[in-house]
């Protein structure tokens, strides 16, 4: 009998045995960070899991064989007796830490836990605050790549008021005032978001303080609106009363720039958009990853014209227009 279903290209053995077994891995890191483990080695140099063990409450003997775990890993190094870090996103000391991104993708764990319920039984679960939450507290991941974004747009920002919609911790915003020093942003948020906000532009962007508003009501209109990371969690019909909403935000001409993973229509290769869809199944009520075709009919059917589709990595960009009546 012919195969109809034969497997082209066979999965390496050690990478599905590493699948199998990387909720291990998930779960000494969730721990470690729980426990502050890589500021501790940060900060000491002798006699380490005798410190851990007296700052942590935990067993010597298992403090030691949770540091050996964490150099296998080779989230530690060691040298003589001596652990140290190897990573500068761990330590909630660097620049670069991703400590609350990460806390924030480990909680989903409950969720995921419930991945038989949700397929056999159809009862999903809403994290999707949880997951915004997790979008907005990704500034260190998000800045450089959002940097890079906007060096393939053919569109000048600079003498335009713009919204950086639902901005997070601000690095649109951020990355739009390093490159156009004249564009006028407002930053739109909720209030929990404006400390972590302020924080960033008093420490990084006080040259642009001037151009910059981190604001929780909409009063204007603008010739451009970003939109990041935000439609797949929310099903078509919220989606499009958002898009609605947004447009009579825009001035004549006005555009809309929205950053998101799409299913790529026709597409027959494997893409994020595939696992991100299943875990918007996991993680919301109603929301789901659109394909380009629906994102662009949902603008039009709210009067905006779309003007270009880029092929960016790892999402495209859809940029839509405002008509002038």
């Known amino acids: 009998m012919e195969k109809v279903n034969s497997t082209t290209k066979d999965i390496n053995l050690k990478d599905l045995l590493d699948l199998n077994y990387g909720f291990v891995k998930s779960k000494i890191l969730d721990f470690s960070l729980k426990l502050n483990l890589f500021d501790i080695v940060e900060s000491t140099c002798k006699n380490q899991v005798e410190a851990i063990s007296e700052i942590t409450s935990i067993k010597k003997e298992n403090v030691k064989k949770l540091l050996e775990a964490l150099v296998y890993m080779g989230l530690l190094s060691k040298k003589s007796d001596i652990y140290l870090n190897t990573s500068k996103y761990l330590c909630s000391s660097s620049k670069d830490y991703i400590g609350e991104h990460l806390t924030l993708v480990f909680k989903q764990w409950d969720s995921w836990g419930a991945l038989d319920t949700i397929?056999?039984?159809?009862?999903?679960?809403?994290?999707?605050?949880?997951?915004?939450?997790?979008?907005k507290k990704s500034y260190n991941l998000a800045s450089p790549l959002v940097e890079r974004l906007l060096s393939t747009l053919p569109c000048n920002f600079d003498n335009t008021r713009i919204l950086d919609y639902h901005c997070g911790e601000g690095e649109w915003t951020y990355a739009l005032s390093r490159k156009y020093s004249e564009a006028v942003i407002d930053a739109f948020d909720h209030e929990e978001y404006r400390e972590a906000f302020n924080e960033r532009m008093k420490t990084n962007y006080?040259?642009?303080?001037?151009?910059?508003?981190?604001?929780?009501?909409?009063?204007?209109?603008?010739?451009?609106?970003?939109?990041s990371n935000f439609l797949r969690f929310y099903d078509k019909e919220y989606s499009k009363t958002l898009l609605g909403s947004l447009q009579r935000y825009l001035k004549d001409n006005g555009k809309i720039i929205i950053y998101d993973v799409f299913h790529i229509d026709r597409e027959d290769k494997p893409s994020i958009a595939n696992l991100l869809d299943l875990s918007m199944l996991v993680n919301t009520c109603n929301g789901g990853v659109l394909t380009i075709n629906e994102a662009c009919s949902l603008l039009e059917d709210v009067g905006l014209q779309i003007e270009n589709i880029f092929d960016t990595k790892p999402y495209p960009i859809l940029i839509a227009r405002s008509e002038k009546y």
């Open 206 to 227: 006080r040259n642009h303080k001037d151009n910059i508003k981190f604001i929780c009501k909409i009063n204007d209109k603008y010739d451009y609106i970003i939109l």
């Open 119 to 135: 397929m056999l039984k159809n009862e999903r679960n809403d994290n999707s605050h949880l997951l915004l939450h997790m979008k």
